[in-house]
């Protein structure tokens, strides 16, 4: 029997910002997968344009409250190459520091908060903290280590603000290190203790070929520098990455996807560790030989094992740092500033986070360029979703394979307010559509017409075969009945991709009736009304190229200048005679 | 007595507000004992067409989209409080609303018609009725457990609006701009960050937004005693809370074009 499932996850919960999932199987087979990201763009590249280089750190800071270490990390990097500056050994061993914060405090969250409930069925930490109290509580505490330990540097955890171009505003306290050094080394057992429960969670095993990319560093665990290596052989300058990695935009997401030399890979936790195994300290060596799980893994699951091993690894840095510390009247290099280009790229608990910029003689940011973990992972989400889906079996009911979906995109701790800086889930088998519009009960009909003031649209994107709307036009155009209002003044267009084009058509007419390529679930008819206002309520497209088309209605609705009426018409087949029929009583 | 009930929204933005909560550590399970928490994406609850008595907004206007969903928010929810610069004041992205955004979305997206965003970045207030504003580019912790505190009391929250000069004077730190001519916001920004930057050495820049009474004009007559360019006052203005008038319009006298 033919099935075909639509699973449509409009929010997705537990990731940071806003995205969603559309999956279709037809016949036991994945014909359509995407993950949908319509976070709006922010525009911070434009922004840093004409800025002085002072303000660039605490600018794309903004671009993420979880990891804003890491944009001003890259940030002044590649600015400070570009100006000449060399860093003390004060400064480089503080900005580890500085990393150690963060990414204890954003793998806790992860593991805790975002990841852990999926694989001990809860819906949430705060469900599961009852029946897990210390582990939860656990993860709260090393949380609220990093964040402190950011906060010694950086004054408060969010956006921290003791960052400088060339260093730090102010060497930390002796007594606020020796404070946090005690906690550090209290905190170290809870770490191993983390590990040894991540290994005992009940991970699906699901293998996948994919290449990791990761800064590499001879003889430490990568933070703020280091080569850009692959598993496939690649070892390259961070200035050289734009040779073998580029953005493009696909249609179903407002973050750019990167792909390198034309295919996705991966950034993050699992990857770093698939390639710097060997640079980690001989103590995170010999908890990880105890463990089930062996690394370099190709199970994307074992991510949370590496978040956690990370976490291991960042305490037992952090400890070495706060043990070593001692305070530095120049917290700050000073610099004269250039013109010229310079990168940099660091290890965002994420992946690996690159920046570009361009600067002018005196100091301000002519161009920057920003690509971020996610946009970076998104195609290797879609492709796993692809292959895990299937290993987990297409069959099974629409509720574990929307779970399932949501566990491998949480997997990756997609960052959304990154990468546009996520989930909702259409799912769709064999033609049965779960989440669908309705069909109106009583048709439209458009009263005070003007034939002149009139206009039909069909929409659609033949390139992408969805012609049907351009089909119904040609119809309409050859009917007799059609013909004569023709000669009174109506007008009949056709409209390729629709977006801001179709609403300043609609603009120039009072009525408008829209022919769009579409099924609702209410009815069998393969010509039918549909409300525009409950199409503008939904987040997800219902067909390839609809998201401009709900966009651009509502965006239309949101404008002073209304036409009179704007009426939709759902066809999922050509009628002619029902077609016509269908536009005669709307309009007379 | 059934408990109170909260909701957690999230337009446009960094995600840095909502950290305010996700950071709590321990208070987060007591948070949670005294309500309910019916939506909060980041967390795990989902129901954002439930009434709630609470709702904490985060984020800017920035999509056609967002207007309904912030008007439906509003009909659900007994008190509406904004957090963060980008829900009260449009945040860093309003600085799109001096320029071409057509223009832009042009240059970094290879097919624009896609890309569903406003001209503007806008704040809360500019599309529904805000019963209380929580200023500053993150929020903190106190913040926001004291303006939850005291609805669950029955009480009005306090509204910090001093200027950061008054916490700087009292932590006794050095004034930045007297000894070292910072360009620093503090005489015209709001209280509640503990005033960090001067007491890191570095001038204000205002992520809390205008204080009450600004005076801006004076402010910026200074920075250009000290050496700052139109272009360069303009900016000092023009940065995480642009779209705050007293802000707004002072950025607009320095701006050369």
Same mark, same amino acid.
């Given at each position: 029997?033919?099935?075909?499932?639509?699973?449509?996850?409009?929010?997705?919960?537990?990731?940071?910002?806003?995205? =969603?999932?559309?999956?279709?199987?037809?016949?036991?087979?994945?014909?359509?997968?995407?993950?949908?990201?319509?976070?709006? *763009?922010?525009?911070?590249?434009?922004?840093?344009?004409?800025?002085?280089?002072?303000? /660039? *750190?605490?600018? /794309?800071?903004?671009?993420?409250?979880?990891?804003?270490?890491?944009?001003?990390?890259?940030?002044?990097?590649?600015?400070?190459? /570009?100006?000449?500056?060399?860093?003390?050994?004060?400064?480089?061993?503080?900005?580890?520091?500085?990393?150690?914060?963060?990414?204890?405090?954003?793998?806790?969250?992860?593991?805790?908060?975002?990841?852990?409930?999926?694989?001990?069925?809860?819906?949430?930490?705060?469900?599961? =903290?009852?029946?897990?109290?210390?582990?939860?509580?656990?993860?709260?505490?090393?949380?609220?280590?990093?964040?402190?330990?950011?906060?010694?540097?950086?004054?408060?955890? /969010?956006?921290?603000?003791?960052?400088?171009?060339?260093?730090?505003?102010?060497?930390?306290?002796?007594?606020?290190?020796?404070?946090?050094?005690?906690?550090?080394?209290?905190?170290?057992?809870?770490?191993?203790?983390?590990?040894?429960?991540?290994?005992? $969670?009940?991970?699906?095993?699901?293998?996948?070929?994919?290449?990791?990319?990761? $800064?590499?560093?001879?003889?430490?665990?990568?933070?703020?520098?280091?080569?850009?290596?692959?598993?496939?052989? $690649?070892?390259?300058?961070?200035?050289?990455?734009?040779?073998?990695?580029?953005?493009?935009?696909?249609?179903?997401?407002?973050?750019?996807?990167?792909?390198?030399?034309?295919? *996705?890979?991966?950034?993050?936790?699992? =990857?770093?560790?698939? $390639?710097?195994?060997?640079?980690?300290?001989?103590?995170?060596?010999?908890?990880?030989?105890?463990?089930?799980?062996q690394f370099p893994s190709k199970n994307m699951f074992h991510s949370i094992i590496a978040r956690g091993i990370e976490i291991y690894f960042a305490v037992l840095e952090a400890e070495k740092l706060l043990t070593n510390y001692q305070a530095d009247d120049e917290p700050c290099m000073e610099f004269e500033v250039k013109a010229g280009t310079g990168y940099g790229c660091t290890e965002a608990p994420r992946g690996i986070l690159w920046h570009r910029y361009d600067m002018d003689e005196k100091g301000c940011v002519e161009k920057a360029i920003i690509? *971020?973990?996610?946009?970076?992972?998104?195609?290797?989400?879609?492709?796993?979703?692809?292959?895990?889906?299937?290993?987990?079996?297409?069959?099974?009911?629409?509720?574990?394979?929307?779970?399932?979906?949501?566990?491998?995109?949480?997997?990756?701790?997609?960052?959304?307010?990154?990468?546009?800086?996520?989930?909702?889930?259409?799912?769709?088998r064999d033609g049965i559509t779960e989440t669908s519009i309705k069909t109106l009960i009583t048709p439209p009909h458009f009263k005070n017409i003007k034939l002149n003031k009139t206009a039909i649209i069909g929409v659609g994107s033949p390139v992408e075969g969805d012609d049907l709307g351009f089909q119904a036009i040609d119809c309409l155009q050859e009917n007799i009945k059609i013909k004569q209002l023709l000669d009174k003044g109506l007008l009949i267009y056709k409209l390729e991709r629709p977006g801001m084009q179709l609403s300043e058509s609609i603009k120039k007419h009072d009525h408008v009736i829209i022919i769009d390529a579409m099924k609702p679930a209410t009815s069998n008819q393969k010509v039918a009304w549909v409300d525009v206002k409950q199409l503008k309520q939904k987040t997800n497209p219902y067909s390839s190229h609809q998201l401009g088309l709900a966009e651009s209605l509502a965006w239309i609705n949101s404008s002073s200048t209304l036409p009179g009426d704007i009426a939709l018409l759902a066809i999922s087949e050509i009628d002619k005679d029902l077609l016509v029929d269908r536009i005669l009583k709307c309009l007379q | 007595m059934n408990k109170p009930t909260i909701a957690?929204?999230?337009?446009? !933005?960094?995600?840095?507000?909502?950290?305010?909560?996700?950071?709590?550590?321990?208070?987060?399970?007591?948070?949670?004992?005294?309500?309910?928490?019916?939506?909060?994406?980041?967390?795990?609850?989902?129901?954002?067409?439930?009434?709630?008595?609470?709702?904490?907004?985060?984020? !800017?206007? !920035?999509?056609?989209?967002?207007?309904?969903?912030?008007k439906k928010i509003r009909q659900n929810s007994l008190y509406l409080m904004t957090i963060g610069a980008c829900a009260t004041s449009g945040g860093i992205q309003a600085l799109r609303n001096m320029h071409n955004t057509r223009q832009w979305i042009g240059d970094i997206y290879a097919n624009p018609s896609v890309i569903d965003s406003l001209d503007n970045s806008s704040p809360i207030k500019d599309h529904v009725t805000v019963d209380m504003e929580l200023w500053g580019c993150p929020v903190n912790q106190k913040q926001i457990l004291s303006a939850i505190r005291s609805l669950l009391f029955g009480v009005v929250p306090k509204d910090e609006n001093d200027k950061v000069c008054l916490e700087c004077k009292r932590q006794q730190n050095i004034c930045v701009m007297v000894t070292k001519n910072e360009p620093c916001m503090g005489p015209v920004t709001r209280t509640g960050c503990g005033a960090l930057c001067p007491s890191v050495g570095k001038a204000c820049y205002a992520c809390y937004g205008p204080a009450e009474t600004p005076n801006t004009h004076t402010l910026a007559n200074r920075f250009s005693g000290i050496g700052l360019v139109n272009d360069e006052i303009a900016r000092r203005f023009w940065f995480i809370n642009s779209g705050s008038k007293p802000f707004l319009l002072e950025g607009r006298r320095w701006k050369t074009e």
């Amino acid at each position: 029997m033919k099935k075909t499932i639509n699973i449509n996850v409009p929010v997705l919960a537990r990731v940071e910002g806003e995205g =969603a999932l559309e999956l279709t199987i037809k016949n036991q087979q994945i014909t359509d997968l995407k993950l949908r990201i319509y976070e709006p *763009p922010r525009y911070f590249e434009k922004f840093l344009e004409g800025r002085n280089y002072a303000d /660039v *750190p605490d600018t /794309v800071a903004r671009i993420c409250g979880i990891c804003p270490v890491a944009y001003q990390m890259s940030a002044s990097h590649a600015i400070e190459s /570009v100006f000449g500056v060399s860093i003390s050994p004060w400064i480089r061993n503080m900005r580890r520091l500085f990393y150690c914060g963060e990414w204890l405090q954003s793998h806790s969250l992860h593991i805790h908060l975002l990841a852990a409930p999926d694989y001990l069925g809860f819906n949430s930490a705060i469900e599961m =903290a009852e029946q897990y109290s210390n582990e939860v509580r656990r993860g709260l505490k090393l949380q609220a280590l990093g964040n402190d330990l950011v906060a010694l540097l950086g004054a408060r955890s /969010v956006h921290p603000v003791g960052v400088k171009m060339g260093g730090f505003a102010k060497a930390p306290e002796q007594a606020a290190v020796d404070d946090l050094l005690n906690r550090v080394q209290d905190i170290k057992q809870d770490a191993i203790d983390l590990i040894n429960w991540l290994d005992t $969670l009940d991970l699906p095993e699901d293998k996948q070929d994919f290449i990791s990319v990761a $800064l590499h560093h001879d003889h430490e665990y990568p933070f703020n520098e280091g080569r850009l290596i692959s598993d496939n052989g $690649l070892d390259i300058k961070i200035s050289e990455f734009e040779k073998h990695f580029k953005e493009q935009q696909v249609n179903h997401s407002t973050a750019l996807h990167c792909l390198f030399d034309g295919k *996705p890979y991966l950034v993050g936790p699992l =990857a770093r560790l698939n $390639l710097n195994k060997e640079q980690l300290p001989e103590k995170v060596k010999q908890i990880m030989q105890g463990l089930k799980t062996q690394f370099p893994s190709k199970n994307m699951f074992h991510s949370i094992i590496a978040r956690g091993i990370e976490i291991y690894f960042a305490v037992l840095e952090a400890e070495k740092l706060l043990t070593n510390y001692q305070a530095d009247d120049e917290p700050c290099m000073e610099f004269e500033v250039k013109a010229g280009t310079g990168y940099g790229c660091t290890e965002a608990p994420r992946g690996i986070l690159w920046h570009r910029y361009d600067m002018d003689e005196k100091g301000c940011v002519e161009k920057a360029i920003i690509i *971020p973990p996610t946009s970076q992972n998104q195609p290797r989400i879609e492709q796993d979703l692809k292959d895990s889906l299937i290993q987990f079996g297409l069959d099974k009911p629409k509720d574990e394979l929307q779970l399932h979906a949501e566990k491998v995109i949480r997997n990756y701790d997609p960052c959304i307010s990154c990468a546009t800086h996520f989930l909702n889930l259409q799912l769709e088998r064999d033609g049965i559509t779960e989440t669908s519009i309705k069909t109106l009960i009583t048709p439209p009909h458009f009263k005070n017409i003007k034939l002149n003031k009139t206009a039909i649209i069909g929409v659609g994107s033949p390139v992408e075969g969805d012609d049907l709307g351009f089909q119904a036009i040609d119809c309409l155009q050859e009917n007799i009945k059609i013909k004569q209002l023709l000669d009174k003044g109506l007008l009949i267009y056709k409209l390729e991709r629709p977006g801001m084009q179709l609403s300043e058509s609609i603009k120039k007419h009072d009525h408008v009736i829209i022919i769009d390529a579409m099924k609702p679930a209410t009815s069998n008819q393969k010509v039918a009304w549909v409300d525009v206002k409950q199409l503008k309520q939904k987040t997800n497209p219902y067909s390839s190229h609809q998201l401009g088309l709900a966009e651009s209605l509502a965006w239309i609705n949101s404008s002073s200048t209304l036409p009179g009426d704007i009426a939709l018409l759902a066809i999922s087949e050509i009628d002619k005679d029902l077609l016509v029929d269908r536009i005669l009583k709307c309009l007379q | 007595m059934n408990k109170p009930t909260i909701a957690v929204f999230k337009f446009s !933005s960094c995600d840095g507000c909502q950290l305010a909560l996700i950071n709590l550590g321990e208070p987060l399970l007591l948070l949670s004992k005294l309500v309910e928490i019916k939506h909060f994406a980041e967390a795990g609850p989902l129901d954002e067409d439930a009434k709630v008595d609470i709702a904490i907004i985060e984020g !800017s206007v !920035s999509t056609a989209k967002d207007i309904e969903r912030l008007k439906k928010i509003r009909q659900n929810s007994l008190y509406l409080m904004t957090i963060g610069a980008c829900a009260t004041s449009g945040g860093i992205q309003a600085l799109r609303n001096m320029h071409n955004t057509r223009q832009w979305i042009g240059d970094i997206y290879a097919n624009p018609s896609v890309i569903d965003s406003l001209d503007n970045s806008s704040p809360i207030k500019d599309h529904v009725t805000v019963d209380m504003e929580l200023w500053g580019c993150p929020v903190n912790q106190k913040q926001i457990l004291s303006a939850i505190r005291s609805l669950l009391f029955g009480v009005v929250p306090k509204d910090e609006n001093d200027k950061v000069c008054l916490e700087c004077k009292r932590q006794q730190n050095i004034c930045v701009m007297v000894t070292k001519n910072e360009p620093c916001m503090g005489p015209v920004t709001r209280t509640g960050c503990g005033a960090l930057c001067p007491s890191v050495g570095k001038a204000c820049y205002a992520c809390y937004g205008p204080a009450e009474t600004p005076n801006t004009h004076t402010l910026a007559n200074r920075f250009s005693g000290i050496g700052l360019v139109n272009d360069e006052i303009a900016r000092r203005f023009w940065f995480i809370n642009s779209g705050s008038k007293p802000f707004l319009l002072e950025g607009r006298r320095w701006k050369t074009e």
